[in-house]
Structures are given as C-alpha cells and as structure tokens.
C-alpha cells in the first residue's frame, strides 16, 4: 500500500515537473497546451479555464471525445463554446439525449450569431441521426433562424436545415434552399454535405423521375 502511494505521488511530481519544463520553453507548440493541460490534470493540479478550452479544441481536432468531455468538465462554470465541446462530444460517444440537452442549454447562451449556428448544427445532427427527430431539429433551427441576421450564421443555418429535411425525404425544400447559396460569398462548410445529400438520398432520385 505504501510503496502503491509512492508511485502515485512520483507519477503527480512527474508530470508536473514535464509540464513546467514545457511551459518554461514558452508552451509555443501546438499540441504543448493539450500536453500541459492533461499532465496537470493527472497530476491533481489545477489548470487555467482558457488552458482546458484550448486543449479541448486540440483534442476535438485529434477526434478523442472522452479526453475533450475530461477537460471541458474540469473548466467548472461553462461557456457557451464549453457546452458546445461537451455537447459534440456525449453525441460522438452516443449519449444522444446528453448531447441534446447540454446543446439546448448552450443555444440559448450563445454569444453570438455564428457561434449559435455552430451550436444549431450540432444540436440538430443530433436530434436527426442520434434520436431520430428531425421535426425536432427543424424547430431548433427556426428558433435560431429568428435570432440571426448574420449572413455567414443564415447560410449555415440553411446548409443544415437542408441536411435535416433530406433526411426526412423532402428533396424539393432541398432544392428550393440550395439554390440561392451555390454562388453565395460566405457559402457555408456544411453546404457541401448537404449538397452531396441531395444528390445521393433515393428520395432525391424519385423526385427527378416524377
């Protein structure tokens, strides 16, 4: 038990020595702030809420979901970007429902009109493809589309909104919100996927053929 209680407390002193010889050389590298953050964690040593944020961005990007839910969880009181992390990440780990709840707190909090179209789109893939209610995402997404007058938010908020009704197999709306964004300046990163969407669901084929 004893020598178990001095290994644990070597391994904290260790880290935490890692993690202020990569600090004191300035922490410059991109991965260095996940380093630093998970190493204090394990340590039991606080770490600053910006710190985790960034190391949680870092580890989204990686795709580790279950380190960016450890390191948004020891930010204590969240943001609205926190939420979003948290969010993204109980839905990547198929807590649907968590995920839905911690994104409908967060859309209300959002602190502006492109983070809450970010939030949007998170909330409703997983409304539609974790729970199966897409009516349900079509309401957030309205909810939010009238909150927003930014045109970068409004058109990520129809790319989405055109993902959610190919799903629920109404190609027509699809075309109708498309069309205007195809040559659109600020064309948003989710209209690709629905594009592709569009053109692949069967519904898409039996509508050209009707």
Not at 30 to 48: C, F, K, M, N, S
Request: net charge positive; proline share 5%; charged share 25%.
């Amino acid at each position: 038990m004893v020598d178990e209680e001095l290994g644990t407390l070597t391994r904290r002193r260790l880290l935490h020595d890692h993690a202020g010889r990569i600090e004191g050389r300035g922490g410059r590298r991109r991965e260095d702030a996940l380093l630093i953050a998970t190493w204090r964690l394990d340590a039991g040593y606080p770490v600053e809420p910006e710190m985790l944020l960034q190391a949680a961005r870092l580890a989204r990007y990686g795709q580790d979901f279950a380190l960016v839910e450890r390191l948004v969880r020891a930010v204590g009181q969240p943001t609205p970007e926190a939420q979003l992390l948290l969010g993204e990440a109980c839905y990547a780990l198929a807590r649907d429902a968590e995920a839905v709840r911690v994104l409908a707190v967060a859309q209300q909090a959002a602190a502006d009109q492109r983070q809450l179209a970010q939030i949007v789109t998170a909330r409703a893939d997983a409304l539609t493809w974790g729970l199966l209610q897409p009516a349900a995402a079509l309401a957030a997404i309205g909810s939010a589309r009238a909150r927003t007058t930014d045109p970068v938010a409004l058109a990520e908020l129809t790319a989405i909104e055109a993902t959610v009704r190919m799903y629920d197999g109404q190609p027509a709306a699809v075309l109708n919100l498309l069309a205007p964004l195809r040559d659109h300046p600020n064309r948003p990163s989710g209209w690709a996927r629905a594009n592709r969407s569009s053109k692949r669901s069967p519904s898409w084929w039996r509508h050209i053929g009707a």
